[in-house]
């Protein structure tokens, strides 16, 4: 069984940088695509980024391509969301997740770290 926990999320103003990181615990896990979601409040939750399991091949949201860069890091149990030139629209609880589907359903999930961006 794989377990995950958020870390990095805060309040930081439009245009900093935060670095999320997802402490990845269990079997198993080198060999599922991961990746990230967020929930807005009001609003379903939704797909951030993904990446394969040895971090060749990666997949963005369009409002965030070109700010974030999803990356993983195997040897450390570790999967990282670095959040550049954010806006407040990216305000959301941030999840990360593995062997998902690709409408974020199934897999597993951690539970959850808050991102705050003032204007």
């Known amino acids: 069984q794989v377990q995950l926990v958020e870390s990095g999320g805060g309040l930081v103003r439009a245009g900093g940088s935060l670095r999320l990181s997802c402490a990845i615990s269990?079997?198993?896990?080198?060999?599922?695509?991961m990746g990230w979601f967020r929930q807005a409040p009001g609003k379903e939750r939704e797909f951030v980024a993904r990446?394969?399991?040895?971090?060749?091949?990666?997949a963005y949201e369009e409002s965030v391509k070109g700010r974030f860069t999803i990356s993983r890091d195997n040897s450390k149990h570790t999967l990282y969301l670095q959040m550049n030139s954010l806006i407040p629209e990216d305000t959301a609880v941030y999840y990360c997740?593995?062997?998902?589907?690709?409408?974020?359903?199934?897999?597993?999930w951690g539970q959850g770290t808050q991102v705050t961006v003032s204007s």
């Open positions: 990446i394969n399991y040895s971090g060749s091949i990666t």
């Open positions: 269990g079997r198993g896990f080198s060999h599922h695509v």
């Open positions: 997740g593995g062997d998902f589907r690709p409408n974020g359903s199934g897999g597993y």
